[in-house]
């Protein structure tokens, strides 16, 4: 079975103040295999954001299921949600959401500690971990004293920590220059390769060449998939790109 | 003109969360100074004169606190609206606009200031009046007054102050420089440092002052050594807020086992940057409320002690005291012939030693060399036997060393020793006029002894007895009073005497004090104006610092219940530190406010205990509602 199913997926947006509805989910279904790293690409309005934020379980869906790893994620109820979340998702934003008063290790502890976990566990953890990520020597900084490249692993470290069955990234490089997103593929690479899931939503085609697999959203439904197999990174690069021309143009 | 006219009108109106307060807070200083300078200048006050000298100290008070009350309420506003003006600078204004707009903006401000202020100020004044009448007991009547000359002062005041905070503007917008102002925003903000140093000095400050505070029981030294302990207790407090809070919470973090509970993890580390930025702020409110605190309790313990004090100290309506006891037989007869025409009662002469000893046990000491505890030390009249008779009438036959006793205080023993002679009390006296005209203090004792015991006590022999007549009457005694003051110096050349009435002991309290409760009320009034507008202003920048922790936070993953309830706990802490820090302050005063209120009037423990208790129960009500309705405006910019 799949680790991640995702059926029929729907979501309506009513505005507050019209009965206008918006439809920006209109049927979506897909599925992520154990390991797998898959992009998902789509203009602005797309609906990439809301789909994201069901499979975060930070909203809602107006229809169909979320599968991960059998349990329904929409029949999870409110109390539970977060604790779940901590336990089963990673996550990585583009402005790295990093809390300002705590330092790069208790940062990474974070949700370690909201999890309960004793300190001289969650230090083994962070000790296995750092050196992988190249954060060992960081650790005692505060996240105004180091680069965005630097804030975006820590904030990859504090997604790995909990162990978690799938990586949400949206727009990991979105606020990195090209140096630092080089070396930041190569980080997503690598946990990819130890096996891990991860689900990425991204603009840059660089990004998503990456991948194992690109899904293409466009209005609301998946419009279609790429498989790398065993293409270069170069190679995906330009049928990524041929993909989104034929999509901007409106091609069937 | 128009246009900087329009274009400040909206500066104000968008900037209302920050200016608002701002100019709540001028209008209402405004108003407190017109009205204080108007009691001072209200023509039916002018008679009142210690009313006047406190309504002077008052107003003096205020022009320095708002002085600097104000320039601080307007720092807050100017930092927060840097970025709207490297706007305007980088949409084209330049500084020339910019300082043209600011000053349309401080004339509107001060337009607004001073006509809300003196219509509110007007107003309330009256009503301030009918307060001080009441307070002082003053016999006087209602008079509208709006005295032209406190107008002017309050105009001038808040003129002077408006123009030094413009002038404060200017400066920051002259030397500012756009890029950096937009840049500032988004810095981040260094972890403080442990400063051993301060906290040392803090701890071992309000340690001193603490000990000051609870060691001195010499009330003479109590009133000295109270400024001292309030300076050391304020430089305490501000290195504990600033340096020791975070010295705590650092080497709590320290602690790693204790740092990395959820409970603490978020809490420890928000409020060292909390503190870090607020420090002052907060002990600021801590100050203010400790004032606010001392002020109110003692002015209202002083106030309700004003009746027990004139009983006290007026056994009878009237007291007559001369200080040449030989001349008893001449003023006697000169009261008794004046006071024929009037009904009166209770009639008394007393011819006594008056002394101060202190009380240990069954020893009195007459040696006050050096004043230990007020609370054992005693007011005496010593009397003989013939004079008491003669005095109050009775008949009695006293032998060798036995002696009546009269005590306030409930004596119990049947033996009293004073200058190395122990005598046996054969019996107690229950006249309270038998300490006429020797009875300030709360601890009273007279003795009668045999006539030729008296003649043997060697230290009353260097000193001179006095004599005081007194009786009770209700019938008006000034023009009685008057004729035998005037009898009594035109038959002789040189005389001392004093004059104790009733009604004028309890006029002269009831001014006194009640201008000092009403002064006490006006000052606490203005200091709590000053700790909202902090509290206020603090919620205001919490907010701001908060908003996105909130999102980050859950994020990560914890539930928004969670964030809030993590958030809630700090933000608490954080207000309600200052109220519990003022209350222990008063704790650690409480002994002290009261040997100085000794000095003023006859102290009543119970009095002193139960107002302290009614006012830390107004201000905790007070803080409370203050908190909630200021943490609306936090909610709402968190919310967001």
């Not at chain 1, 992988?132 to 990859?156: M, N, T």
């Not at chain 2, 910019?98 to 004044?125: H, Q, R, W």
């Not at chain 2, 409320?289 to 056994?315: A, H, K, M, N, R």
């Not at chain 2, 005063?589 to 009614?614: C, M, P, R, S």
Request: net charge neutral.
């Amino acid at each position: 079975m799949s680790l991640l199913q995702v059926n029929q997926l729907k979501k309506v947006y009513t505005t507050r103040f019209s009965k206008q509805q918006v439809e920006a989910l209109k049927s979506v279904s897909f599925e992520v295999e154990q390991g797998e790293y898959v992009a998902i690409m789509g203009e602005s309005g797309s609906g990439k954001t809301t789909l994201l934020n069901l499979l975060a379980a930070l909203d809602q869906p107006s229809g169909g299921q979320i599968l991960l790893d059998g349990t329904d994620l929409t029949k999870i109820t409110q109390r539970q949600i977060s604790a779940y979340r901590r336990a089963n998702l990673g996550f990585v934003f583009q402005d790295f959401n990093l809390l300002d008063t705590f330092n790069v290790a208790d940062n990474i502890y974070l949700p370690l500690v909201l999890a309960k976990q004793k300190h001289q566990v969650m230090a083994a953890k962070l000790d296995k971990l750092a050196p992988r990520l190249k954060i060992d020597g960081l650790l005692e900084k505060y996240p105004y004293e180091i680069s965005g490249g630097q804030k975006q692993r820590v904030a990859i470290a504090r997604a790995l920590i909990t162990e978690p069955k799938l990586i949400l990234a949206d727009e990991p490089t979105g606020a990195l220059d090209s140096k630092s997103t080089d070396s930041l593929l190569e980080i997503f690479e690598q946990i990819h390769q130890s096996g891990q899931t991860i689900l990425m939503v991204t603009h840059s085609i660089k990004a998503a060449s990456n991948a194992s697999r690109v899904l293409f959203i466009k209005d609301g439904q998946i419009f279609h998939q790429l498989y790398k197999g065993d293409m270069t990174n170069a190679k995906m690069y330009q049928k990524i790109s041929d993909t989104l021309t034929m999509l901007l143009s409106g091609g069937q | 003109m128009f246009f900087y006219t329009r274009l400040a009108l909206t500066n104000l109106k968008n900037n209302a969360k920050f200016y608002l307060p701002y100019l709540l807070s001028t209008i209402f200083t405004t108003a407190l100074y017109y009205i204080i300078s108007s009691l001072r200048f209200s023509e039916s006050l002018q008679d009142h004169s210690s009313l006047i000298a406190f309504l002077d100290v008052g107003a003096n008070v205020i022009v320095v606190f708002a002085v600097v009350f104000l320039l601080y309420a307007n720092s807050f506003v100017a930092k927060n609206r840097k970025k709207q003006l490297s706007l305007y600078n980088i949409l084209g204004m330049e500084k020339r606009h910019l300082i043209v707009m600011m000053m349309v903006e401080t004339l509107i401000t001060a337009i607004l200031a001073i006509g809300l202020g003196l219509l509110a100020g007007i107003v309330l004044s009256q009503l301030m009046y009918l307060i001080i009448v009441n307070l002082t007991q003053a016999s006087l009547e209602f008079i509208i007054t709006v005295p032209l000359v406190s107008m002017y002062r309050s105009a001038l005041l808040i003129l002077a102050i408006l123009g030094l905070s413009l002038l404060a503007n200017l400066v920051r917008v002259i030397r500012s420089n756009p890029i950096d102002l937009l840049a500032q925003q988004s810095q981040g903000e260094k972890e403080p440092k442990t400063k051993i140093f301060l906290t040392l000095v803090g701890l071992v400050s309000l340690g001193a002052g603490y000990y000051l505070a609870i060691s001195i029981t010499d009330p003479m030294a109590a009133i000295t050594m109270f400024f001292v302990a309030v300076l050391l207790v304020m430089l305490g407090t501000y290195c504990l807020f600033t340096a020791g809070s975070i010295a705590l919470l650092k080497g709590l973090k320290a602690n790693k086992n204790y740092y990395y509970l959820t409970r603490h993890f978020t809490a420890i580390s928000g409020l060292i940057y909390r503190m870090k930025q607020n420090a002052v702020g907060l002990a600021n409110i801590c100050i203010l409320c400790t004032c606010v605190l001392v002020t109110l309790s003692s002015t209202i313990c002083l106030y309700s002690g004003i009746e027990d004090s004139v009983q006290l100290q007026c056994p009878v309506t009237q007291m007559i005291t001369t200080y040449y006891a030989e001349d008893q037989e001449l003023l006697e007869n000169i009261v008794k012939k004046n006071i024929e025409s009037i009904s009166y009662d209770d009639y008394f002469s007393i011819r006594a030693y008056q002394t101060i000893g202190l009380v240990q046990g069954t020893s009195i000491t007459f040696d006050p060399d050096q004043f230990d505890n007020f609370d054992n030390y005693a007011t005496i009249n010593i009397l003989s036997q013939s004079d008491y008779n003669r005095g109050f009438n009775q008949d009695l036959d006293l032998h060798g060393n036995e002696i009546y006793l009269y005590s306030n205080y409930g004596y119990k023993e049947n033996r009293i020793t004073f200058a190395n002679e122990t005598y046996q009390i054969a019996g107690t006296i229950t006249q309270k006029a038998i300490m006429a005209d020797n009875s300030y203090s709360p601890k009273q004792l007279a003795i009668v002894v045999n006539d030729e015991t008296i003649a043997n006590i060697a230290f009353l022999k260097n000193s001179s007895p006095k004599f005081t007549i007194g009786f009770n009457s209700e019938a008006d005694l000034e023009p009685v009073i008057e004729q035998v003051e005037a009898d009594y110096t035109s038959s002789k050349e040189k005389v001392l005497y004093s004059l104790t009435n009733i009604d004028q002991q309890r006029a002269y309290g009831y001014e006194l004090y009640g201008s000092m409760l009403f002064i006490g009320i006006f000052l606490s009034l203005m200091f709590m104006m000053a700790a909202v507008l902090i509290i206020y202003n603090k919620q205001l920048s919490q907010g701001y610092e908060d908003q996105n922790k909130f999102e980050i936070l859950q994020n990560v993953g914890m539930s928004q219940q969670e964030v809030k309830q993590a958030i809630q706990s700090q933000i608490l802490i954080f207000f309600f530190l200052p109220l519990v820090v003022s209350v222990i302050h008063l704790g650690f005063a409480y002994k002290l406010i009261l040997n100085v209120l000794d000095l003023f009037l006859i102290g009543n423990t119970n009095n002193y205990f139960k107002a302290t208790l009614i006012c830390i129960g107004a201000l905790v009500v007070i803080y409370c509602l203050v908190y909630r309705y200021t943490a609306k405006t936090y909610y709402q910019i968190v919310k967001k």
